[in-house]
């Protein structure tokens, strides 16, 4: 199956480089290879299933058109394809797609896309893509959970093997619905089975491996929607039995760590990754190890990321990586409270980055919302414990405290 997908998609979806990485390299003790996704035609992998899918309609199909549903990439890539092929396609994506992604949809289809804003997540979009689907007779393009998707999804995977010497030891990819771990899964059992793969999810979207717990796909409860292109709130009924009896190794990394990586990449590598396209490599020599020595290919999956988002980004990185903190203090309303705060609490290397407060006559304290970035995290508990002998009351908000929704 995925190699009569590349045969279609010969032409049509250009070939993206296998690169070794020094960094990771550094990191990890052996060779780091990133398999460049994301300097595809749409700047994501997505487009090789849906193109694959697309390629492959009847005459009927072709003249009822396609209709999706996609946080961002698949969506991409289902332009891409409409517009190559001829085909018209209506898709949805939900308000968290970043309006980046929105702008690269309607430029990639043309006049043969209408592009539909709707629901909060992805599957509220995959509901109503269903319902036009039964409405008008379009013919639905899954985003992973189709064998012609994961098939087109597999051609990336061959595709970097075929760019080397040997298979590598090691192979990380991201996880969203299962489309390209399944597809990568069904082409390497049959010719390099003997290879480690290990599967990477966001630690707020963990629907593959619910299914594996639960014996079957499930819905998850809650999905954070930052890694956008991964927020998946229930794997596939296609892909889940494919990595099921795989036995690839499934991990989670947080999204802060992500966001570390998305930085590393941007200022060291010159990479400009999304959060999912940073996925992979986010979980390389902290939640998955490698032997010294050993060759790791990691897919670098997309490189859709709005360049707004990079404060974001930074803010969620120091905040995991324990460089940032908040605080609320409660300052007694006098004149010189803030002064001595500042002489006597803040180090020689600390930076306030956040500072709100507002005086009431009619109080003896007022509260102050303070955000501090270090220089190191190991100088939190000296600074905690010139907090503790402060006159002011310190309160420190720990990530998990909803005022976090407020600040990141």
């Known amino acids: 199956m995925v190699e009569d997908a590349a045969q279609r998609l010969a032409g049509q979806v250009p070939t993206t480089p296998v690169e070794v990485n020094r960094r990771l390299s550094a990191r990890v003790g052996g060779t780091v290879l990133l398999k460049r996704e994301d300097l595809q035609v749409v700047r994501s992998y997505k487009v090789r299933g849906a193109f694959n899918f697309v390629a492959q309609l009847d005459d009927d199909e072709r003249a009822a058109g396609v209709v999706s549903a996609s946080a961002g990439n698949h ?19 939900p308000r968290t797609t970043p309006r980046q992604k929105r702008d690269r949809i309607a430029a990639l289809g ?8 709707l629901g909060d997540s992805y599957d509220d979009s995959a509901a109503a893509a269903a ?26 995977l061959a595709e970097a093997l075929a760019q080397l010497d040997g298979p590598p030891d090691t192979i990380v990819l991201p996880v969203g619905g299962g489309g390209l771990l399944a597809g990568a899964l069904s082409w390497l059992r049959e010719r390099h089975p003997g290879i480690r793969v290990v599967g990477v999810e ?6 593959m491996a619910a299914a594996l717990a639960a014996g079957g796909p499930v819905g998850l409860a809650e999905v954070n929607p930052f890694v956008d292109g991964a927020a998946v709130r229930r794997a596939g009924e296609v892909t889940y039995p494919i990595i099921r009896d795989s036995g690839a190794e499934l991990v989670s990394v947080a999204e802060g760590q992500v966001c570390v990586e998305m930085l590393a990449m941007y200022q060291t590598d010159g990479i400009i990754a999304e959060p999912a396209g940073a996925l992979a490599a986010a979980a390389l020599g902290t939640v998955v190890a490698v032997e010294p020595g050993t060759t790791t290919l990691v897919m670098v999956s997309g490189g859709n990321n709005d360049v707004s988002r990079y404060g974001e980004i930074v803010e969620r990185a ?11 203090v409660d300052f007694p309303q006098e004149p010189g409270a803030l002064r001595g705060f500042l002489d006597e609490v803040l180090g020689p290397d ?14 003896e304290r007022g509260p102050a919302l303070v955000g501090i970035e270090l220089s190191r995290p190991d100088d939190l508990p000296a600074l905690l414990e010139r907090m503790r002998l402060a006159p002011p009351d310190v309160q420190l908000i720990p990530p998990e405290s909803p005022i976090f929704r407020y600040l990141l």
């Open 75 to 93: 969506a991409q890539g289902l332009a891409y394809a409409c517009a190559t092929t001829g085909v018209r396609g209506r898709i949805y994506v």
């Open 110 to 117: 043309g006049d043969m896309i209408e592009l539909i804003v």
């Open 131 to 156: 319902a036009d689907s039964a409405r008008t007779g379009a013919v639905v393009v899954p985003a992973f959970d189709h064998p012609r998707t994961i098939a087109g999804q597999g051609t990336a």
């Open 202 to 207: 966001p630690a707020g979207a963990q629907c």
């Open 318 to 328: 120091l905040v995991h990586e324990g460089r940032k903190h908040y605080f609320l």
């Open 350 to 363: 600390d930076d306030i980055t956040l500072f709100e407060y507002v005086k009431r006559n009619n109080r």
